[in-house]
């Protein structure tokens, strides 16, 4: 069972940037970020191939979140640039094995999730 531990949530202003960071204990192959926020569903907002040479990125954070992944270090990151009030959530790291499947946009293809970190933007 491979762990996933996510850090670097916290509280910025509108329009500041944060970076996720979201270690596994071993190695996986798509990664993904989820968010959720108060009385919502949890919902999709990126993920990255095994190579990391795919992307796919949520329509409401298109052009200001950028995903990554450094397989020597078993981490995924997440920089989320001109955050919006909408944008507060718990941010949840996901990720599956390589017998898994299913699109990368559903929480159902994901073997692996994280704690999650809180993420509030806010004047």
């Known amino acids: 069972q491979v762990q996933l531990v996510e850090s670097g949530g916290g509280l910025v202003q509108p329009g500041g940037s944060l970076r996720l960071s979201c270690a596994a204990s071993?190695?996986?192959?798509?990664m993904a970020w989820f968010r959720q926020a108060p009385g919502k569903e949890r919902e999709f907002v990126s993920a990255?191939?095994?190579?990391?040479?795919?992307?796919y990125y949520a329509d409401s954070v298109k052009g200001r979140f950028t995903i990554s992944r450094d397989n020597a270090k078993n981490t995924v990151y997440l920089q989320m640039n001109s955050l919006k009030p909408e944008d507060t959530a718990v941010y949840y790291c996901?990720?599956?094995?390589?017998?898994?499947?299913?699109?990368?946009?559903?929480?159902?293809?994901?073997?692996?999730w994280g704690q999650g970190t809180q993420v509030t933007v806010s004047s």
């Open positions: 071993g190695r996986t192959f798509t």
């Open positions: 996901a990720g599956r094995s390589q017998l898994s499947s299913g699109s990368v946009y559903y929480r159902s293809s994901y073997n692996y």
């Open positions: 990255i191939g095994g190579t990391g040479s795919n992307w």
